[in-house]
């Protein structure tokens, strides 16, 4: 069975960096084709991808975020470090680490996902 | 704005067929996938690949795709089913992207 849990901060200030952490299990980065990945919903319910990290430590981001992100392996083998930069309110919302699945070719999709973390953006 | 477009709401009475729509121009190129959630949980897969359905989800959900718009369709549909649903894909830019979410309210 495959579960992801969130954790970090609830509340972060204006122009300060997040770091989220997800700690999972059920799979291993050892097995070719994983990925951990990153999902954001805002009060308003709008969902947004934000990245993943793969099993060879490769990386993809959103082109609209990806000078602020960065995801990355914990020094925990079963864990995934996400950072945004210059937070600010709108970026409050709840955030879910997510576990990747695929098929060749075709686009990605997620499954299952974290509970997830509410941060607020606010001084 | 939302590369998927969906409805806001739809509403339906319990044992009739609730259908939600998702649409974009890059759908008829690229799979799509369906998630249901409910208030304060996080989102679960309810369709992949169109009109997968996986393990555990039940046989009233379905799935179907059609040009440019893809369909999750709810026969019976339950108290239980009330929800958010969101459609997901991909952009032409491979981007992974959501429809802004229908709730469906069961009378």
């Known amino acids: 069975q495959i579960t992801l849990k969130e954790s970090g901060p609830t509340l972060v200030k204006p122009t300060e960096t997040l770091t989220l952490t997800c700690t999972f299990s059920g799979f291993s980065f050892n097995t070719r084709g994983v990925g951990v990945g990153w999902i954001r919903q805002s009060p308003g319910k709008a969902l947004e991808w934000l990245g993943f990290i793969y099993w060879d430590d490769n990386k993809r981001y959103s082109p609209s975020l990806k000078t602020r992100l960065a995801i990355s392996k914990g020094t925990s083998k079963n864990q995934v470090v996400l950072t945004m930069t210059n937070m600010e309110p709108v970026d409050t919302g709840t955030y879910y680490c997510?576990?990747?699945?695929?098929?060749?070719?075709?686009?990605?999709?997620?499954?299952?996902w974290g509970q997830g973390t509410l941060v607020t953006v606010s001084s | 704005s939302h590369e998927l477009t969906q409805p806001p709401s739809v509403s339906v009475s319990p044992g009739q067929t609730a259908r939600i729509t998702c649409s974009a121009d890059t759908l008829p190129k690229k799979y799509s996938y369906w998630y249901q959630q409910k208030p304060g949980q996080a989102p679960v897969l309810v369709m992949y690949k169109d009109s997968e359905r996986p393990s555990g989800i039940p046989e009233r959900f379905s799935g179907s795709s059609s040009g440019a718009t893809v369909t999750l369709t709810i026969s019976g549909v339950q108290a239980e089913d009330e929800a958010d649903y969101y459609c997901q894909s991909a952009d032409r830019g491979d981007t992974l992207v959501f429809g802004g979410g229908t709730k469906l309210t069961v009378l």
């Open positions: 997510v576990h990747r699945a695929w098929q060749p070719i075709i686009p990605e999709w997620f499954d299952p």
